[in-house]
């Protein structure tokens, strides 16, 4: 009897997401800014994400997926719930045509 090859479908490709934030990591940037103000900033941060979304014309789901995250996460960031890492700011920053600044309330500058 011949064997049968077994045919294996392409597995989809992850994207690498960064290590989790340390406990220490957390602590230096409560002192740095205050918890207090660590949350406005997350406030303001996700405001802006939100808002250059829009602009873009883009659906949570289509922005999540175009940053290699779950439109779950993304609404968690829009509303101040997760922190926003560089590699979701400087693409939406380049596409949008902003400024990284822009992102944690400096003035538009386009």
């Known amino acids: 009897m011949a ?3 077994r045919e294996t479908k392409a597995k989809p490709r992850r994207i690498r997401q960064p290590s989790p934030v340390t406990s220490a990591e957390v602590a230096l940037r ?3 800014l205050g918890d207090e103000q660590l949350d406005q900033l997350h406030q303001v941060v996700g405001a802006r994400v939100r808002q250059a979304r829009e602009e873009l014309g883009l659906s949570q789901e289509q922005c ?7 439109q779950h996460w993304l609404s968690g960031l829009e509303s101040g719930i997760h922190a926003a890492q560089l590699y979701v700011l400087v693409p939406l920053a380049a596409a949008s045509g902003r400024s990284l600044g822009w992102f944690v309330g400096e003035p538009d500058r386009r």
């Open 3 to 5: 064997k049968r090859k």
């Open 30 to 32: 409560a002192r740095v």
């Open 64 to 70: 999540a997926r175009a940053l290699g995250r779950t």
